[in-house]
Structures are given as structure tokens and as C-alpha cells.
């Protein structure tokens, strides 16, 4: 590969960058380069690798189920890539989640090298950019300060409508899609520390069953839809 063809690959890139923004919706929380950034390095690369037209043409399909996604590989049949509809989703979400876990180690390493996770008694639970931090009694509004300064010096944002004190028996708090705190019992109805599925995550898989029963979907095989609505049910 040499200098010149590198170049004439990202000029194909840029090229197409600025076919395609004059026909996306331009709205200030639109980013350009998420949304049609794949397309344009796909041409830059086919470029690169002198791909014939048919290949070029293949290599978009895969690009678009990297960006949105359209019905066409959902209603085809016998195509190899039907399963990546999935798989590209679930890729760039264990990226998103192992960079933003990377950060959260670095809050967590530096509680404890301040001492604070003796001092206040306190017990970090994260996952991905989601924390709680339980504490000892009388100790929940120094460790709330604690964390946002340490948060400020390591450049990380803390969403405020999100943080707040909880102080269990009497209170209860969501995290992970269930709410902690104060239950009755199944088996016995008495009260105990307990968790359930949160208000939030269960009116969001009411919406989702609802979605997947759509009348619109009927021409699925009812097999078929069972298998989907059990996978989704048991998570």
C-alpha cells in the first residue's frame, strides 16, 4: 500500500461523508460521524482493498447492520448473515460496557487507595457505569461527598437526577433493573430485605411483549413467536 493510494482511500471516504449529510436529518443530538461514519470507512477500505462491485455492494449490507439495520436481511432467506443482526449490537455493547467499566475501576482503585472504603465502612457494587455504594450508618453523606469529588477529579460526570441517599428498611432504591429494600415474604408475608423486578423494567418488557405481538407480525409462525417470547421471558 503506498502513500497515494491511502490517500485516494480516505478522499473516497470523505467523499461520501459529505454525499450522505445532506440526507440525514440534521437536529443538534445527531451525530454525524455514529451515524454515517461506517458507511464512509466501508468505502474508504473497499477502495483499499480494490474490491469489485458486488463485494463493494456486500460489504454496505454488513455496514448498515452496524449503523441501523434495515428489514431486508430479517425477511430474506438463506442468508449466512441473518445471525449478525445480533451479534454487531451485542459486540459494540461489550465494548461500551468493558471502556465505561475501565473508568469505574479507576474511581474504585482510588477509594481505596484514599482509605475511605475503612473509614466510612463502605462496600463499592458497579456494573459497567452503574454504582451503589453501601456505607455504615450516620456515614452516607460524607461518602456522597467523597464520591462526587473523587468522580470531579477523575473527569467523570455524576448524574445527579440519578444519585441519591437510601436508607434501607425504610427506603428502597433501583439498581439493575430491581428495586432493594423492605419486602414481605412469598412464603411467609413477613417483612424482610428483599428485591423485584422494578416498576421500570417491567413496564419496558410489557412494551417489548407488546411489540413482538403486534398484529402487524402475525405472518410469523406461532412456533416461532413462542420460541422469541420465551427467550425474551427468561432473559
Known amino acids: 500500500m503506498s502513500g497515494r493510494d491511502l490517500i485516494t482511500a480516505i478522499a473516497v471516504g470523505q467523499d461520501l461523508f459529505h454525499r450522505l449529510i445532506p440526507h440525514v436529518g440534521r437536529r443538534k443530538d445527531w451525530n454525524f460521524s455514529t451515524v454515517t461514519g ?8 473497499a477502495k483499499l482493498l480494490g474490491l469489485p462491485s458486488g463485494q463493494v455492494a456486500a460489504a454496505f449490507g454488513i455496514a448498515s ?9 430479517v425477511y ?6 441473518r445471525a449478525l443482526c445480533a451479534a454487531f449490537p451485542t459486540h459494540g455493547a461489550v465494548t461500551a460496557a468493558l471502556l465505561a467499566n475501565l473508568y469505574m475501576r479507576r474511581f ?10 475503612e473509614r466510612l465502612g463502605t462496600r463499592i457494587v458497579t456494573c459497567a457505569d452503574d454504582l451503589v455504594i453501601l456505607c455504615k450508618r450516620g456515614k452516607a453523606e460524607e461518602a456522597l461527598t467523597r464520591m462526587r469529588d473523587l468522580m470531579g477529579r477523575l473527569k467523570l460526570t455524576v448524574n445527579e437526577q440519578k444519585t441519591r441517599i437510601c436508607k434501607v428498611p425504610d427506603g428502597q432504591f433501583d439498581f439493575l433493573g430491581y428495586t432493594f429494600g423492605r419486602m414481605n415474604s412469598p412464603t411467609t408475608g413477613k417483612a424482610c430485605l428483599g428485591m423485584r423486578p422494578s416498576k421500570k423494567s417491567i413496564r419496558r418488557m410489557v412494551e417489548t ?27
Open 38 to 45: 461506517v458507511y464512509c470507512a466501508t468505502a474508504a477500505c
Open 76 to 81: 430474506a432467506t438463506g442468508s449466512d448473515l
Open 108 to 117: 474504585v482503585l482510588g477509594w481505596q487507595k484514599l482509605g475511605l472504603a
Open 65 to 73: 447492520m452496524q449503523s441501523c439495520g434495515t428489514m431486508a436481511v
Open 209 to 235: 411483549l407488546h411489540a413482538m405481538t403486534s398484529t402487524s407480525l402475525t405472518w410469523q409462525a406461532t412456533t416461532q413467536v413462542v420460541g422469541k417470547l420465551n427467550r425474551t421471558l427468561r432473559g
